[in-house]
């Protein structure tokens, strides 16, 4: 796609005759402007989905802590009611406390790990991209008519 994009570049500067802003640039910034704008457009595909896993990544561990509070909150509520502090007034309420914090943590950690490899691969790939984009630059610079 970028190289099909900077062909199309590099030959419409050489057979237009009009004289627009953009086609009185010197052919070194004009194949510039192509190729980063065709780069841009690329990557954009891969960042699809990244703001999601790194939001659930980073909210998932509080609204675990929330579900802990309100565990917490019930289990005192429950020994205010009885009147006495005994394990089957605070069972319940602190068992659902420590499932609602493991289930944030079950959902927070994978979103985090996949995040992580995700941009991992992403600044791999536009580094990869960069290198072609320069090479394809130059090899266009270079190319006899």
Request: hydrophobic share 45%; aromatic share 8%; glycine share 8%.
């Amino acid at each position: 796609n970028v190289a099909d994009e900077s062909l199309r570049a590099y030959q419409n500067y050489r057979q237009t005759t009009s004289k627009s802003l953009i086609d009185k640039l010197p052919l070194n910034e004009y194949l510039v402007v192509h190729i980063r704008n065709s780069l841009a457009q690329t990557m954009r595909q891969f960042d699809y989905g990244m703001t999601a896993l790194a939001s659930i990544g980073a909210t998932a561990p509080f609204i675990g802590l929330l579900g802990t509070v309100w565990g917490i909150y019930h289990a005192l509520i429950g020994i205010s009611e009885s009147g006495q502090m005994s394990i089957a007034a605070v069972a319940g309420p602190i068992g659902e406390a420590l499932v609602s914090t493991a289930v944030g943590l079950f959902v927070a950690i994978p979103a985090v790990l996949a995040y992580n490899f995700l941009n991992r691969g992403t600044k791999t790939i536009a580094q990869d991209m960069d290198a072609f984009a320069h090479d394809l630059h130059v090899r266009l610079l270079n190319q006899k008519d």
